[in-house]
């Protein structure tokens, strides 16, 4: 393969590039190159046999191109690299020619000396041919499988993107109907209040101006009788006749009489009543779940037939670290949790070569060594001479040697301790002993740790007995940081940082603690990080990271791909997760920190 922009003048003494790149043939008269629309060449050959539904798609960059109507040999041909070719094939003639016209000088004649020569000479020629033979067929073979392959996950990517937007646009759809139908049964419902408010306050006013207007006149009636008594009472003289007394009395005891009894107002008072209430939020509330669908395919080698899908290997794909680590979900074990097994704030976990889990607390200066989640041993490393506790055990890992390797801030310092915590001792910092505080840890096959430190914003580097380099410092660049948490080795001799507070983690070179890459972003989706403080690497390279603030833990591919997120689901829901681990079976040990215990996913 190559383009006329990307041909040089030097090219033309390299034979490879004067060969197609699919069929490994030299290209000339009976293979003329041929240059698709997107710069690539191959020999005409080859474009014949890869043109499908009159397309050809570009083994190298995978675009399609219409073949032109009068076939593959109206693409433009390559003309740099014909005239590479003629320059060669002139070369080689005046080489030829050149051998031709000089006189051998005389050689020592061996009976069997052009026999072996020509035998040798056929024999390598056998071999070559052989050779390219293969080449080809794996050539021809990892182009088929793996193009097929990428196609396929396109076209799964695509078919995922439009069931996206259609759920999207379904759930969008069904909770506007439901957000536009209470909208209106709202409208309904304050319109009728509205009116069954005004009817009622009518009739209750109407009935108010009644009963002001007969107060009035009851008013008025009494005014004139105390009027007609109280000038009696000033003169002594009846203002009337007896029978106009007689009658007035009469009149204010019908009246007195008619008020006992008090009188009876009728007016409707508004009961709303919201008693399915409760029962529309619940439905409300719960409607709609989403589930996910494993849709697997296989691509079938082109050369070899299908394998029996009962048999083993059918099940590779199943077996991939991705497809194993996406179906993690609930909890499958639990530590911590029994009365005599109990964890206060665990902080970092590791498997110990038997299978054993040993966890360290923040809470304490004390390792609990599980044989299971109904058993448990603890020992005590070092001698705490702190007048506050803050940070009891941070980090553990297993050495080389079989010994466990255990920092603790408190004590600003590592111990290198036996399994059974009887004999240890303490490794060497540059450091001074109130400046170093030692948080995650990971141990080369060689026998050299890497320690991050808190305090001081680097990772240290150990031997056996003591700090022999360092790397990184105080900021937010590539290559600095802010609170070194989790360590961790990749299978090729990377170290993974997680830098808490720069809410990423960085990678560097295992040998000379060069900066090499980094990822993740403050946030709280997927890829974003929030304070990571645990980091983890299984033996094919894919990565755990415990994330504090975000409650859970966010799985890697070894090239920092985001693909999976565990939080637990309801009771083993993580609350700032702390140490992470894997397991020699793939398991995902967990510090779920404020829940005081260890959680294997």
């Known amino acids: 393969m190559a383009s006329e922009s990307d041909l040089g003048s030097d ?27 997107c710069e690539h060449t191959y020999c005409h050959v080859c474009l014949h046999q890869m043109r499908m539904n009159n397309v050809i798609k570009c083994p190298d960059c995978r675009e399609e191109h219409l073949v032109p109507p009068g076939g593959v040999t109206e693409f433009r041909p390559n003309l740099t ?48 041919s052989t ?51 209470a909208n209106q049964r709202k409208e309904e419902l304050l319109n009728e209040l509205e009116k069954s408010y005004k009817d009622s306050r009518a009739l209750l006013t109407a009935q108010e101006d009644e009963y002001k207007h007969e107060k009035v006149l009851y008013e008025g009636f009494c005014k004139e009788l105390s009027t007609t008594v109280e000038e009696f009472r000033k003169t002594g003289e009846a203002p009337t006749t007896i029978d106009e007394l007689e009658r ?12 006992h009894p008090g009188k009876e107002i009728s007016a409707e008072r508004l009961v709303f009543n919201d008693d399915h209430c409760e029962n529309i939020l619940s439905d409300v509330k719960a409607w709609g779940n989403l589930n996910t669908e494993l849709c697997s395919f296989r691509i079938p080698h082109p050369s070899f037939p299908e394998v029996d ?9 199943v077996g991939s670290p991705v497809y194993h680590y996406t179906n993690k979900g609930e909890a499958v074990r639990t530590y911590g949790n029994e009365p005599d097994a109990r964890l206060n704030s665990p902080s970092c976990v590791a498997e110990l070569p038997n299978g054993d889990i040993a966890v360290g607390s923040a809470m304490s200066y004390d390792i609990s060594i599980f044989t299971s989640p109904h ?36 004590m600003n310092a590592i111990f290198s301790s036996t399994l059974d915590g009887k004999t240890y001792y303490q490794l060497q910092t540059v450091a001074a002993d109130s400046e170093f505080s030692p948080r995650g840890m990971a141990c080369t096959p060689s026998g050299e740790l890497y320690v991050s430190d808190w305090a001081n914003h680097v990772v240290r580097v150990f031997d056996m007995s003591c700090e022999i380099w360092q790397f990184g410092r105080r900021g937010s660049k590539p290559g600095e940081f802010k609170r070194p948490s989790g360590v961790a080795l990749t299978p090729d001799g990377e170290v993974i940082v997680a830098d808490c507070y720069n809410h990423r983690i960085q990678v560097f070179d295992g040998r ?49 791909q985001p693909f999976k997120l565990l939080s637990g689901q309801g009771q083993d829901q993580l609350n700032y997760p702390l140490g992470v681990a894997f397991s020699r079976d793939n398991e995902i040990l967990v510090c779920d920190s404020r829940n005081d215990r260890l959680q294997v996913f």
């Open 11 to 37: 090219v033309c003494d390299s034979a490879s590039l004067l060969d197609c790149a699919v069929c490994f043939e030299r290209y000339g008269n009976n293979r003329k190159p041929k240059l698709l629309p």
């Open 81 to 128: 690299m014909i005239k590479f070719l003629e320059q060669d094939n002139m070369k080689r003639r005046k080489q030829a020619a050149k051998a031709k016209s000089q006189d051998p000088s005389p050689r020592e004649w061996h009976p069997h000396a052009s026999k072996r020569s020509t035998g040798v000479s056929k024999e390598i020629q056998d071999l070559l």
């Open 131 to 181: 050779l390219r033979v293969s080449i080809k067929e794996v050539h021809q073979s990892s182009g088929a499988v793996f193009g097929d392959t990428i196609n396929k996950i396109q076209g799964e990517r695509a078919a995922l993107s439009n069931k996206y937007e259609a759920t999207k646009s379904t759930i969008k759809r069904r909770l506007e109907a439901i957000a536009k139908a």
């Open 248 to 259: 007035h009395i009469h009149e204010a005891q019908s009246k007195a009489r008619s008020l």
């Open 309 to 317: 899908p009962g048999s083993p290997a059918s099940d590779a794909a």
């Open 375 to 410: 058993h448990k041993r603890s020992f005590r490393v070092g001698s705490p001479e702190v007048c506050q506790f803050n940070d009891g055990i941070t980090g553990i890992c297993m050495s080389p040697t079989g010994r466990l390797y255990v920092s603790s801030p408190d």
């Open 512 to 560: 000379t603690g060069q900066f090499l890459r980094l990822f993740g972003k403050e946030g709280s989706a997927m890829g974003d990080l929030k304070r990571p403080g645990g980091v983890a690497v299984d033996v094919k390279g894919y990565i755990a990271v415990s994330e504090r603030l975000n409650n859970r833990v966010q799985l890697f591919t070894p090239k920092g």
